[in-house]
Structures are given as C-alpha cells and as structure tokens.
C-alpha cells in the first residue's frame, strides 16, 4: 500500500478504546499510558488527565470520549478514552466505529458489573478484537484469580490469557501496550481511494468555530484542502488539520488511511458538522458514505426553563453549541401557562439530564428550572385516533381514552446472591416482570428484568444500592413497549391547574402523588391574604386536598376598649374583603416554591453507577 512521503505506514498504527463500568480505573490507567509514553511529561501530569471538563474533574467520571495519538515502539497508537456510566453508552458505540480493538478492564476487588456486560457486547457487535485486562492489581482486596476466570469465561479465553495492570502504579502497562502492538490489527483501507473520513465527535471553540474529529478510512485529507459533507453537501477549506498528542497538533501532511485527528474549517454553524457523516474531498469525492451510527432515542423528557425570560435566546444558542458536543441531545421549544417559554428535552436518563442542566449553567450562565422527568407515552383513544406524549399537559384531558402505551426496559442487574429477596422486592413492587436468573460465580448472581422506564428514571437506582449496601450494578436498555392503566394527576390552585405540577402515573400510585405534592406546596408558597384550597385531581375526581391558611391582618389592634358592635362590624368588613379577594385573587406562587417542587432527589450517588 502507498503512503505519502513522510505519513505514517497504516502497518505501524494500532486504534483501540479502554471500555470499563464506571469507577474501574478507565481515566486513571489513560494517565499512565501517557507518562509512559512521554506524551505528557511528569511536571504537566495530573490526574483525569483526559478529563477536561470541570464537571468530570469533581465528580470523579467521563462524560466525553477523548482520543489521544500515542508513540510507542515504533508504532502509533490510536486510544480513546470513553465513558462507563450506562447514560453516556452512545460515546462508547461511537467510539468503537473508529477503532480495531478494545481494552476491556474490570476491577480486580469488584469483578465483572452490569455495564461491564453492556460494553462487552458493544465491542463485540463491531467486532474488534478485545483484550481482557484486570486492573487494581495493587488493591488489598483485589482477587486476580478469581475475577480472571469470571471474564475467561465470559469471552471464551483461557484464564492466563487475562492481563494484570494498576493504572495508579504502572505495574503490567508496558506489557499491555505491547500487547495492544502485537494483537490489535492494524487498520485497513485503500490509500489510492477517494478520501473517506468518518466524523465520530465534534466541539464548538469560541474562537475557532467547530473542531471535528475523524478517522481517516481511505484516500487522504490534507491541508488547504476542499472538503465535501456527505450528508448536507456542504463544502469547506480545511484550514487546520492534525492529530491530538494529547494537546492539538497541526500535521501540515494531513491525515492518511488509519489516522485519527481533528479538522478545522472555521465554520460557525454547528449544524454543519454532524456526528456519523462522511467527510471526502470535493475535488475527488467519494460516491458512498460510510455506516455511520444508529441515532439514540431520547429515554426520559423534561422541561428546561430560563429563571429570567430574557435569557430564552441565550438559552436555544447554548443548547445548539451543546448539541455539537453531545449529539444525543433532543430538543423542541414548547411554553407553559406557568413557567413561559423554554425547551422540551431528551435525554438518555437521568445523569444524562442532570450533567446537561449542569454544563448549560456553567458553560453558558444560565439561571434554568427543570420540570420533572418523565417519558414517552403513547395514547389511543376511543375513536383510534394515536397520540404521543412527551409531555402531562398533551395528555387528553375530554374524550375517552381507550389504552395507554408505556415504553419498557430490559434491565440487567449484577449484585452478591445474597441480596436475590432484597432486589426482587423492588422490582417486584415497580411492576418488574421477572426474565431470567444466572450465576457467574458461586457468590455473584445477574438478573434480569422487564422494568417499565417510568418507574427506573426516579430513584430505583438509589433504593437498589441502598438495600444491596452498594454492590449492585444496574444496565438497561429500550425493549418497546407495553399496556399500562396510567392516569394524569393535575394539581389544582384556588380551583385552577397548574401545568408544571402535573405528572402521569400509574393508577395504583396515582393517591400517594397527589398526597406528597399537596403536601409539598403547602409548605412551599406563602400564604396569601385569602385561604387557597390545593387540590389532586385525576380528571373531575378530586383525589387529595391541602389548605393554605390566610394571613389574617390584625383590624381589632386599633379599637382598645369600646362597645363591642364596632369591632364585630370591622370584622364583618373584612370578612366582606376576603370573600371579593377570593374571587379576583391570583395565587402567586415564588419561583423557589417551583425549583423546590419540581427538582428531582439529587443524583450524586447515581454518578458511582
């Protein structure tokens, strides 16, 4: 195979990503791999290196893949670094499109774990050949042996084949990046071709515009170079073009069959550079694009709303430039009567939602409420007309509605099997329907559930790990849907419904919503100079009540002593006043009673999923 003068021999290069669960040591043994290589040198080194995101940095994960171009032994090694947590699944599909093997690590104390499973079968699906790697070797609690025969088992090695590392001392990494030389392949692709480049990520820099990251499959990018989108047919002059070392590095050459690297072409516009396109030069360009990558389906909706209305501008550009960078990001403007206008969000869960909500007040300032999550119903009605609801206030309050769809989940959870009774009892109790039941080892069982996703999205992650003491690990994925009797429950204020505050629900949980959220906003909006009734309602059948005392201004301080027909008179005058305040009065409910009402329990402990 031809190369240019001066590229690298596609021979010589090795493309691979680290896929792990979540707290195995992926970004720590990423840090060792770059000191020992000398890419980063010991004065620049800190810990996360590749973590650059402050978000990331605090609460100990990865939320962006990040490559990184390595030297070693005379070979160029590709490694991205990709995220555990079963919301960020689609970096780590993503990811693997532009590599020829995986590292899959496990922790040597903790052993095999749901998402563990998860990634394993991604990088199979893409085929790439994968190295089993137990990591924490150095730990006390660590049980090489044990664990490696567990994943011998799971990919069909033998239990010596395993490898042995400690990201944090660099014990065994020399051997694995040796390893990662002489067994990954190298990559294929005919160099004589039209250019063809896949997009696997794209950043939006403030001041040079979007920074797109490709894998080079045939042909050759260069710089100065006419550039042609497949998918929008946009064209653009490559002004940079380099490799990530792990700093940017322009490579004046340009990229050639094999290489991973960034472009620059300047443009401002985010929508011009997707994720999964096929970049190919437009003076040779290429007739077929590449296989680009299923599009996530958004799990849970919530609202995003500007505190102040005049941030809504700021707000849509934020969540454009953001979208960029997380292509799983799904948004559509939508208003509510209470809240004004704001965006109607996916996200592929919970941490998902609560990273993005995060990185928009951050990166971009923005003062924003959320409304609760909730997800994708479809509802038939009596007359066979089909809705999709996305949101409580699209579902049908007149007519009648005939069933209702609800989207469930194929859930995989990995715990001790001395907690089987614990974890059957909360999935039995969140309308669980039992799949299956294996044994990995004799003290580590897997179980596996059909959960519908409404009842998953709010805190079953928490209850698992409280009762379990924190050894289960839960992995989920879409398995369609099925007939639920869920019902809408509206609050009502002084009569009138408050759309941010309602929610859908199943029938049997439909009393106990009511009853909290009445009981919440008792305590959270002030009281007025009328009493205001909170109602729960399902349809017209108040379900749940709650009242808020009227503050009741002292008339009587001023008359000391006297007859007491003045005093009764002051009060009926008052009474009078009440009972016209009650008919025109608008109940003001404080922004904080909103945030307070509908913020979701804080999901900290969710991120060590």
Same mark, same amino acid.
């Not at 290589?37 to 609460?59: C, F, N």
């Not at 490559?238 to 690297?261: C, M, R």
């Given at each position: 195979m031809r190369t240019q003068p001066g590229q690298t021999d596609p021979a010589l290069i090795r493309n691979f990503c680290i896929i792990a669960h979540i707290d195995h040591g992926?970004?720590?043994?990423?840090?060792?791999?770059?000191?020992?290589?000398?890419?980063?040198?010991?004065?620049?080194?800190?810990?996360?290196?590749?973590?650059?995101?402050?978000?990331?940095?605090?609460?100990?994960?990865?939320?962006?893949?990040?490559?990184?171009?390595?030297?070693?032994?005379?070979?160029?090694?590709?490694?991205?670094?990709?995220?555990g947590h079963v919301d960020f699944t689609y970096e780590v599909s993503r990811s693997l499109q532009a590599c020829e093997g995986a590292i899959l690590l496990v922790? /040597?104390?903790?052993?095999?774990? &749901?998402?563990? @499973? =998860?990634? *394993?079968?991604?990088?199979?699906?893409? !085929?790439?050949?994968?190295?089993?790697?137990?990591?924490?070797?150095?730990?006390?609690? /660590?049980?090489?042996?044990?664990? &490696?025969?567990? @994943? =011998?088992? *799971?990919?069909?090695?033998?239990?010596? !084949?395993?490898?042995?590392?400690?990201?944090?001392?660099?014990?065994?990494?020399?051997?694995?990046?040796?390893?990662?030389?002489?067994?990954?392949? =190298?990559p294929i692709g005919n160099a004589d071709a039209a250019a063809r480049a896949l997009i696997f990520d794209s950043v939006y820099d403030t001041y040079r515009g979007v920074v797109t990251y490709v894998r080079v499959v045939d042909g050759h990018l260069g710089k100065r170079e006419r550039i042609l989108m497949m998918s929008t047919n946009a064209t653009h002059?490559?002004?940079?073009?380099?490799?990530?070392?792990?700093?940017?590095?322009?490579?004046?050459?340009?990229?050639?069959?094999?290489?991973?690297?960034y472009l620059i072409t300047g443009v401002k516009d985010v929508r011009q550079s997707r994720v999964g396109d096929t970049v190919t030069s437009a003076a040779k360009s290429a007739t077929d694009m590449l296989a680009g990558y299923e599009h996530p389906k958004p799990m849970v909706f919530s609202g995003l709303y500007p505190i102040d209305g005049d941030e809504y501008p700021e707000l849509r550009e934020a969540l454009d430039k953001l979208q960029l960078n997380d292509a799983a990001l799904v948004y559509e403007?939508?208003?509510?009567?209470?809240?004004?206008?704001?965006?109607?969000?996916?996200?592929?869960?919970?941490?998902?939602?609560?990273?993005?909500?995060?990185?928009?007040?951050?990166?971009?300032?923005?003062?924003?409420?959320?409304?609760?999550?909730n997800v994708v119903y479809r509802v038939v009605m009596e007359d066979g007309k089909e809705l999709t609801v996305t949101n409580p206030s699209e579902f049908p309050a007149g007519g009648k509605v005939a069933q209702v769809f609800e989207p469930v989940t194929k859930s995989t959870i990995l715990a001790p099997s001395e907690f089987i009774g614990a974890i059957m009892e909360i999935c039995q109790g969140r309308r669980g329907q039992l799949l299956g039941m294996d044994y990995l080892s004799e003290d580590r069982v897997e179980i596996r559930y059909t959960l519908p996703l409404g009842e998953i999205i709010f805190d079953f992650f928490d209850q698992l790990k409280s009762r379990t003491r924190g050894y289960a690990s839960l992995d989920y994925e879409p398995a369609g849907e099925q007939e639920a009797e869920l019902v809408k429950v509206d609050i009502l204020l002084q009569g009138e419904p408050v759309d941010a505050f309602s929610a859908i629900v199943h029938k049997d949980k439909a009393y106990a919503y009511g009853v909290d959220m009445a009981k919440k906003l008792r305590e959270l909006i002030p009281r007025q100079q009328f009493e205001v009734p909170i109602q729960a309602a399902i349809g017209a059948r108040v379900i749940a009540r709650e009242n808020i005392r009227a503050i009741r201004k002292d008339v009587l301080a001023k008359c000391y002593g006297g007859d007491i027909s003045r005093k009764r008179k002051l009060l009926e005058k008052q009474k009078e006043g009440k009972k016209r305040m009650k008919m025109v009065g608008r109940v003001e409910v404080p922004q904080e009673a909103f945030v307070a009402a509908l913020s979701t329990e804080s999901s900290a402990d969710k991120t060590k999923k």
């Open positions: 992926k970004s720590t043994l990423a840090d060792r791999m770059l000191q020992i290589t000398g890419v980063v040198d010991d004065r620049s080194m800190r810990a996360q290196y590749l973590d650059r995101m402050d978000i990331e940095r605090e609460r100990g994960i990865t939320i962006k893949s990040q490559a990184v171009r390595l030297p070693w032994d005379g070979h160029v090694l590709n490694m991205i670094d990709t995220p922790d /040597a104390a903790q052993g095999i774990e &749901a998402q563990t @499973l =998860a990634n *394993l079968y991604l990088a199979m699906n893409a !085929d790439l050949h994968i190295i089993p790697v137990l990591n924490k070797i150095d730990l006390p609690a /660590a049980q090489p042996e044990k664990f &490696a025969e567990e @994943l =011998a088992g *799971l990919i069909g090695c033998d239990p010596s !084949d395993v490898l042995k590392v400690s990201g944090k001392t660099g014990e065994g990494v020399r051997e694995l990046l040796d390893h990662v030389v002489n067994s990954v392949p =190298a002059e490559t002004l940079e073009i380099g490799v990530i070392s792990p700093e940017p590095k322009p490579a004046d050459l340009g990229l050639g069959v094999g290489e991973v690297g403007p939508e208003t509510s009567a209470a809240l004004g206008f704001g965006f109607r969000v996916g996200f592929l869960g919970l941490l998902h939602m609560e990273i993005v909500r995060e990185r928009l007040e951050r990166e971009f300032g923005l003062s924003l409420i959320s409304t609760a999550p």
